[in-house]
Antibody, heavy 123, light 108 residues
Framework: EVQLVESGGGLVQPGGSLRLSCAAS????????MTWVRQAPGKGLEWVAK????????YYVDSVKGRFTISRDNAKNSLYLQMNSLRAEDTAVYYC????????????????WGQGTLVTVSS | SYVLTQPPSVSVAPGQTASFSCGGN??????VHWYQQKPGQAPVVVVY???VRPSGIPERFSGSNSGNTATLTISRVEAGDEADYYC???????????FGGGTKLTVL
C-alpha cells in the first residue's frame, strides 16, 4: 500500500523553528517529485514547496522563501521540511504528497497525501 | 499568478446532481485536477486531467473543462459525498501548482 506519514508538528513560538518529516512506503520513493502542501484552519489548500527526485531542484512559494527548506533522504524514504523564523500565519496542517502524472504530457497532480501534521505558531 | 475561483458552497438533495465550477482565465487550455476532502481527512484525487477518474472512484464522478470554466459533476449524490472539493491546475508562468478556494458540498 502506498502510504505517507507525517510527523514533527506541534506548538512553537513566533520566530521559532520546527522540522517536519514524512515517511514514505509502498512505492519507489526516489523516482518521484515530492511536495508539501499546507492548510490553515478553516481555509483552503496552499502549495508550499517541492523537491526533485535526486534533491537537485527545489522550489518554494514566495511566502516561505528564505525561511523554509525542503529536503529528502532517499536512503530512508523520507521527506523533510525545515521551518525557521516561524510566523503566526504559518499555522496550518502540513501535508506531504507525491506528485504523479505523465511526465511532459500532463501537469502533475498529488496522490496520495499523508494524514497531515498540525503546526501552531503562537506565544 | 494564476487564479482559480470556486463558489464557497453547493447544496443538493440525495439522489440529485451536484456541479462544482472552477473558473480561470482560459482554463480550458489547462489540465484540471479535482480533490475531495472530507472533514478531518486528507484530500483525495477524484478526477485528474479534466475528466479521468482514478481507480476506485465511482463512475458518479465526472469532469469537463472548456473556455473559462472547469466543472466537476457528481450524479446521484449520497450523504457520504459531503466534503470540500478543490480544483487544481499547474501555473506555467510560476511553474508551481495552484488550488482553487474550495467548495463545500452539503447534502440536504
Amino acid at each position: 500500500e502506498v502510504q505517507l506519514v507525517e510527523s514533527g508538528g506541534g506548538l512553537v513560538q513566533p520566530g521559532g523553528s520546527l522540522r517536519l518529516s514524512c515517511a514514505a512506503s509502498g512505492f519507489t520513493f526516489n523516482t518521484y517529485w515530492m511536495t508539501w502542501v499546507r492548510q490553515a484552519p478553516g481555509k483552503g489548500l496552499e502549495w508550499v514547496a517541492k523537491i526533485k527526485q535526486d534533491g537537485s531542484e527545489k522550489y518554494y512559494v514566495d511566502s516561505v522563501k528564505g525561511r523554509f527548506t525542503i529536503s529528502r533522504d532517499n536512503a530512508k524514504n523520507s521527506l523533510y521540511l525545515q521551518m525557521n523564523s516561524l510566523r503566526a500565519e504559518d499555522t496550518a496542517v502540513y501535508y506531504c504528497a507525491r506528485e504523479v502524472g505523465a511526465a511532459g504530457l500532463i501537469p502533475p497532480w498529488f496522490d496520495p497525501w499523508g494524514q497531515g501534521t498540525l503546526v501552531t505558531v503562537s506565544s | 499568478s494564476y487564479v482559480l475561483t470556486q463558489p464557497p458552497s453547493v447544496s443538493v438533495a440525495p439522489g440529485q446532481t451536484a456541479s462544482f465550477s472552477c473558473g480561470g482565465n482560459n482554463i480550458g487550455t489547462k489540465s484540471v485536477h479535482w480533490y475531495q476532502q472530507k472533514p478531518g481527512q486528507a484530500p483525495v484525487v477524484v478526477v485528474y486531467d479534466d475528466s479521468v477518474r482514478p481507480s476506485g472512484i465511482p463512475e458518479r464522478f465526472s469532469g469537463s473543462n472548456s473556455g473559462n470554466t472547469a466543472t466537476l459533476t457528481i450524479s446521484r449524490v449520497e450523504a457520504g459525498d459531503e466534503a470540500d472539493y478543490y480544483c487544481q491546475v499547474w501555473d506555467s508562468s510560476s511553474d508551481h501548482p495552484v488550488f482553487g478556494g474550495g467548495t463545500k458540498l452539503t447534502v440536504l
